[in-house]
């Protein structure tokens, strides 16, 4: 396992886990417990045992413990001789006799140190062996003894049946058995001894919670790495300490995704250890790897060069390590459990060794694909994109799982096969088609992927316009603004409008929201007003509309929004959660901007029930909509309702590799947290922010991080907060007491009998001489400077 940092402290999560096994300790000595501790690699299982038995130490316990070294055959009873052996070495005389000659006798042959005793040359009886080890326990200790057997997923049977013996018939005296393993389903350790045994007490060691993940990060750690770190880690301290070795100022952007096929980013300069595996099991590890997931047991035979029946040898031991898991149901493709570490293994591999498997791993998927490398033509078939691509708002029937494309197995050797593909040197037709319809089902998961699988496509020749506009939306969605925009300046909004229905509104959209993003607003409303042409229309061009009306520096127009996403609604599918799911979080970020709280509650309420349904939406195609709803709760009031959807929606960007709106969204966590005050979260949220603009290079996210980062700086405490409210003239601070009331605009202009239109320009000057872009922190401000008066 990686080298844990000993000088560390514990978790608090690891801290409580320690707390119980000391409890069995205590408990221990007044009769014998059991504790069955499991969790999968890298989990923290050998620290806490070595914890346990320092403690056990201290007290003057025996602590007799060992650990399974490597997979594969090993001699009878080995864990338990690593436990014993010494303790048997030092023992003197007294301990044999009451222990008793035939006790004794049939422990000679399974521990060394009694090699010198009768009956050491006997051939061993594991029944006897098991009975003798149980009076041995009780004896062994003068206070009590501890016994810790590691790692007895790779125990053998005889060792199954001592822990099933001594659970079922207790030794006598005080004794605690801890035996830790894998959580592994399946794995052999769990018929012997069941998960509901009386008197075992399990310990099971699930992933940290994310504020423990992130005091394991190295002091420093920048922003943006951190987030990539705690993200594939998913929560195990091995691999947070491992992937954060490898933590550089300016990592690499990558989708989750990335990490389960084709090359992946290199995480870490030196890998996790994994010298327990055979060499069989090291050999099919690295072949797994270089296939990615998911993979068959044919395909990993043939990449790893060896029999069907090695390879299949080989999987049963990774999965018996936690590493591997079949996919599916039917049994017959499996994946990482984490792609974490498949990637890790991928580089660990050896350059040389992946250049020559290169080879047999594309010849096996693409015969499980059920491709052929046959003569390139021009004419491309089978990469011509629909309008809308299948997944615009949400739905997931995407062209890699379509009824042509064979069954899932094909399919997803297809998946593997595209990752490959973007690297290899000479392709064919059926793989320039296998390259297009992973892009299209991966547009929304891993949309750089997509783009170099794009790239690649064009790079043999000329490529309908489809091609071009889909690799636009990739560009668009990665991040890749400035590139995006000059594809749709090469194209043409009007570029298909005449092969495909809705092509050309489609198109319009993408486009306009790569200007809107990049902060070309003016090029974006001309883009929607159709250029001297018909305007685009339908749900997702109006949609389109009330985001570019509610964009902070498009001169926000709340009313303006608030039309187009009425219109949007008016226009969306009843059968598209997605679609209304987003023109609901529009039109309450565009209600609450104009002061309507009461219709920007009710938006909101029902934008989360459409978002959140399960099933109802694929949240990488919505995650502009989290952003908005959550612009709308913080504008409410409601920053806590605020970051819990936004930190869901930056948690599924970072994942699916969208980066400019990860920087949107972790833009918005900001400004919840200072409604919240929280200064210290906000600034978080702000540096990734600016991590993220870099990444992207993207200007206009990288000035709304420094303004973000000035307001905060200017308001840092109450009196100076205060004290900007002598900037607003008397008619000024009377609309912001009202405000500070909890009155709408509509209600403000009522009490000052004064037109709706008249309090927006009010507030518009309001925010901008304080500052601040929110309702709530206009609320918070008038609040402070009531206490400081």
Not at 150 to 165: F, K, M, N, S
Not at 327 to 348: D, K, M, Q, S, Y
Not at 429 to 442: C, H
Request: with cysteine; aromatic share 2%.
């Amino acid at each position: 396992m990686p080298v844990l940092h000993q000088q560390q402290p514990l978790t608090a999560a690891r801290t409580r886990d320690l707390a119980v096994l000391h409890r069995e300790l205590r408990l221990a000595a007044d009769g014998p417990r059991f504790v069955r501790l499991t969790g999968e690699p890298w989990s923290g299982k050998s620290r806490l045992l070595r914890q346990l038995a320092a403690t056990a130490h201290e007290e003057g316990w025996t602590v007799a413990s060992g650990r399974v070294p490597r997979a594969g055959r090993t001699r009878p009873f080995e864990v338990v001789v690593d436990a014993l052996d010494d303790h048997l070495a030092r023992a003197d005389g007294t301990l044999f006799e009451r222990l008793g000659e035939a006790r004794t006798r049939a422990l000679a042959p399974v521990l060394p140190a009694l090699a010198t005793l009768p009956g050491a040359a006997e051939r061993p009886d594991p029944g006897a062996a098991v009975r003798a080890l149980r009076v041995l326990l009780g004896l062994l200790g003068e206070r009590g003894t501890l016994l810790v057997l590691d790692d007895v997923h790779r125990a053998g049977p005889e060792v199954l049946d001592l822990l099933d013996h001594l659970v079922r018939h207790p030794p006598q005296g005080a004794v605690l058995t801890v035996f830790a393993h894998r959580s592994v389903p399946g794995g052999r350790h769990l018929a012997a001894v069941p998960y509901d045994a009386p008197g075992v007490r399990h310990l099971a060691l699930g992933p940290l919670p994310a504020a423990d993940a992130r005091a394991l990060l190295p002091a420093g750690t920048p922003p943006l790495a951190a987030e990539l770190v705690l993200r594939d880690a998913a929560g195990v301290p091995g691999l947070v300490h491992a992937l954060a070795r490898g933590a550089a100022p300016g990592p690499s952007f990558h989708a989750t995704a990335e990490l389960a096929t084709g090359i992946p980013p290199v995480l870490a300069p030196d890998s996790i250890d994994l010298h327990t595996l055979s060499s069989l099991g090291w050999r099919c590890a690295c072949a797994a790897a270089l296939l990615g997931d998911p993979f068959t047991a044919g395909a990993l035979a043939h990449t790893a060069g060896v029999p069907v029946e090695h390879a299949l040898a080989g999987l049963d031991e990774l999965h018996a390590e936690g590493l591997v898991r079949p996919e599916g149901t039917a049994g017959t493709r499996f994946c990482f459990v984490r792609p974490a570490v498949r990637a890790l293994i991928h580089h660990a591999s050896g350059a040389g060794w992946r250049s020559a498997a290169l080879g047999r791993a594309l010849e096996a998927l693409r015969a499980e694909a059920g491709t052929g490398t046959g003569p390139q033509d021009g004419r491309r078939e089978g990469l011509r994109e629909g309008p809308g691509d299948g997944r615009e708002h949400g739905r997931e029937h995407g062209p890699e799982d379509g009824p042509e494309d064979g069954d899932a197995g094909a399919a997803g050797a297809r998946r593997t096969l595209a990752a490959h593909l973007e690297h290899a040197a000479g392709i064919g037709l059926e793989d320039i088609r296998a390259l297009a319809l992973s892009a299209r089902g991966g547009l929304y998961t891993r949309p750089a992927r997509s783009a170099a699988a794009l790239r690649r496509v064009m790079a043999v020749g000329p490529v309908p316009v489809e091609v071009r506009l889909l690799l636009n939306k990739a560009l668009v969605l990665s991040g890749r603004l400035e590139e995006a925009v000059r594809g749709y300046e090469e194209t043409g909004p009007r570029s298909h409008e005449d092969r495909l229905p809705g092509g050309r509104t489609d198109t319009a959209v993408w486009q306009a929201r790569a200007l809107r993003w990049s902060g070309r607003h003016a090029q974006a409303r001309s883009v929607l007003d159709g250029d001297g042409g018909l305007p685009p229309g339908g749900p997702a061009a109006d949609a389109e509309r009330a985001a570019l009306a509610l964009e902070p520096g498009a001169g926000a127009d709340p009313e303006e929004a608030r039309r187009a996403a009425e219109q949007a609604l008016r226009t969306a599918p009843a059968d598209d959660p997605g679609a209304r799911g987003l023109a609901y979080a529009l039109l309450a970020a565009a209600c609450a901007a104009a002061g309507d709280g009461p219709s920007a509650r009710a938006a909101a309420d029902t934008a989360q029930t459409l978002l959140l349904r399960p099933g109802g939406t694929e949240p990488a195609a919505c995650l502009e909509a989290l952003r908005w709803l959550g612009a709308a709760e913080t504008e409410l009031g409601g920053p806590e309702r605020a970051r819990r959807h936004l930190e869901r929606g930056l948690a599924a960007a970072l994942d699916h590799g969208q980066a400019h709106l990860a920087g949107l969204l972790a833009l918005g966590l900001a400004e919840a947290a200072v409604a919240a005050g929280d200064a210290e979260g906000a600034r978080a949220r702000i540096r990734l922010t600016a991590a993220l603009a870099e990444q992207t290079e993207v200007p206009v996210l990288a000035a709304a991080a420094r303004e973000a980062e000035r307001r905060i700086g200017e308001h840092a405490t109450g009196p100076l907060d205060a004290s900007r409210m002598s900037l607003l003239s008397e008619r000024e601070r009377i609309v912001t007491g009202l405000v500070g009331e909890g009155r709408t605009n509509q209600q403000i202009a009522a009490r000052l009998d004064i037109s709706v239109k008249t309090v927006e320009t009010y507030m518009s000057r309001i925010f901008k001489k304080l500052g601040m872009n929110s309702r709530a922190q206009v609320a918070h401000i008038v609040g402070l400077s009531a206490n400081y008066r």
